[in-house]
């Protein structure tokens, strides 16, 4: 019985020591902040007051959905054993 408490106060005190190193980490804290920003700007949608991210403004949304659609396409066409039709060449002068 003693062993048990002795060992459970033990297992506490680990836990609380992580705990407290976890706390005190600026890694966990731009983790938790950027995973609450994604939240917000998913429910709310983004404040417009607020200036452009890392990237944004080069941002090309809408290129990297027909990467992957033509991507996936290819796989398929690969897998069915039909060639992909290369792309037209230009005409020559």
Do not use: C
């Not at 407290?20 to 983790?31: D, E, K």
């Not at 995973?35 to 290129?63: F, M, N, W």
């Not at 027909?66 to 039709?85: H, V």
């Amino acid at each position: 019985m003693a062993l048990g408490r002795l060992l459970w106060t033990v297992l506490l005190s680990v836990e609380d020591r992580f705990v407290n190193q976890l706390l005190r980490s600026p890694t966990f804290h731009r983790g938790v902040r950027r995973i609450h920003r994604t939240v917000e700007d998913l429910r709310y949608g983004r404040d417009p007051s607020e200036p452009l991210r890392q990237g944004e403004a080069t941002a090309e949304p809408k290129r990297a959905g027909n990467f992957l659609k033509y991507f996936i396409d290819e796989l398929r066409n690969q897998a069915r054993g039909r060639p992909t039709e290369p792309p037209p060449s230009p005409p020559k002068k």
